[in-house]
């Protein structure tokens, strides 16, 4: 039976694991764009060294939106990872203009950085990833292959014998150890010319940040009117009605209590279990506006106990240091019970997970299931109101669908810690 100081270090190694894993689709993704950048480069070059000949000014236009292109794919990919990196705009049409524009100079600098840094480190990690996979299994077929080619990863000796094999498996032991110290250093190491370089101006950055905070506002007075209709036609389609007939039924058993006790006893009765169903109305609709298991425990015991109770196997994979505001808590446990109601009714699925873990200053969120897919935000399902309520908290929302599945929901709120 493990000690309960194993579990602190089971833990912490899965979540290195897990960060390894992230950083390697990461550092991958950005061996892509490095790619990409190399094309740009070798066309921008093509193109300056025509211009020196007199005949490539017409192509620089094009050589520099090419860049820009390139540059706005590498921007997409950092904001999925992280902080956003906004677009700047298009490329001016006049040369002369474009070439005295700053973030055009700062896009053809990223270019060149990027071509060496995350073509180099995106190779490395590929090489390390692959080692690992085939010094690690190594034992296993290594009988099968010529004795000439039966090497190391990296080729250090002949192996002749089980003993010899089984310590190429532990060399990808090694690898597998050196991943997962190196791997989220390399990832951010790579990020790091594009977060310098391609990032806008400040004039850029502030309009942008004005116009999606002016967004956001419209959508939190929206949501907070919304809010009070949902709460509005619950206290009066359902707790009003309950007392009314209420007072109706108090009404009859006065009367009843002139003419026959039995008669008045039946209707206080009633009026009795019509008292108790508005009031379990009414704590329904008090726990709709902010759950008591918000306040009395944790964010992460709260979505526990939404697990429990999903018709669906859901397994909740939560850690959290520390309590948040109760405006993100409360968003992040309703956007979780909408899902998992949406999945118990709508998807079909034999099981669902959801994430929850602090990235810097946000909290990302992800619920997956394996259900049948093909959800649309416009089909009724909650997910606009889910999208709304999450915008007026300046975060984001995003869900992939795909018919056939999986359908996978990712959320990021800003914690404010």
């Given amino acids: 039976m493990p000690s309960p100081d194993d579990q602190p270090n089971a833990r912490t190694l899965t979540r290195r694991a897990r960060a390894a894993f992230e950083a390697l689709e990461h550092i991958v993704a950005g061996l892509g764009s490095a790619v990409l950048a190399l094309i740009a480069l070798m066309f921008l070059l093509l193109v300056a060294v025509l211009i020196l000949v007199g005949v490539g000014l017409l192509l620089a236009p094009m ?28 490329v001016p049409a006049r040369l002369a203009d474009a070439l005295r524009t700053r973030s055009v100079r700062r896009e ?24 690992i996979i085939r010094d690690g299994t190594f034992p296993l077929w ?12 990296l080729g250090l000796w002949t192996v002749h014998d089980v003993p010899g094999a089984l310590l190429v498996g532990l060399m990808g032991v090694g690898w597998a150890i050196v991943s997962l110290l190196l791997f989220p250093g390399m990832a951010r190491l790579q990020a790091l010319p594009g977060r310098r370089l ?45 007392l009314v007939a209420v007072n109706v039924l108090l009404g009859a058993a006065r009367r009843a209590l002139t003419r026959d006790v039995a008669d008045a006893d039946a209707a206080l009765g009633r009026a009795q279990d019509a008292a108790e169903d508005a009031l ?20 992460v015991d709260a979505l526990t106990a939404l697990a429990a109770s999903c018709p ?50 946000e909290l990302r969120l992800g619920i997956t299931d394996d259900g049948r897919g093909g959800a649309d935000e416009n089909g009724g399902s909650g997910l606009y109101g889910m999208r709304r309520r999450i915008e007026a908290h300046d975060g984001t929302f995003a869900l992939a669908s795909p018919a056939g599945g999986p359908t996978t929901l990712t959320v990021s709120l800003p914690c404010g810690l």
């Fill in 198 to 242: 391609l990032r806008p101006g400040p004039e850029v950055d502030l309009a942008t940040r004005v116009a999606h905070l002016t967004a956001t506002r419209a959508a939190a007075l929206d949501a907070h009117s919304t809010e009070l209709r949902r709460i509005e036609r619950a206290l009066h389609d359902g707790t009003q009605n309950r």
């Fill in 108 to 131: 053809i600098a990223w270019v060149g950085v990027h071509t060496c840094t995350g073509l180099t480190l995106g190779l490395v990690g590929l090489t390390v990833s692959l080692n």
């Fill in 63 to 90: 050589a520099l939106r090419l860049v820009h292109v390139v540059a706005d794919q590498e921007r997409a990919r950092l904001t999925r990872w992280g902080p956003d990196v906004i677009s700047p705009g298009p």
């Fill in 142 to 153: 290594w009988q099968l292959i010529p004795p000439s080619d039966s090497t190391a990863s």
């Fill in 312 to 361: 669906v196997p859901c397994r909740v994979d939560a850690d959290l240091p520390g309590r948040y505001a109760v405006s993100v808590e409360a968003t992040v446990y309703f956007v979780v019970a909408e899902a998992l109601t949406n999945i118990a009714k709508h998807s079909g699925a034999r099981r669902a997970t959801v994430l929850l873990k602090r990235h810097d200053d």
């Fill in 280 to 299: 379990r109305e009414l704590r329904a609709v008090v726990r709709s506006i902010l759950p008591p298991v918000l306040a009395d425990r944790s964010l």
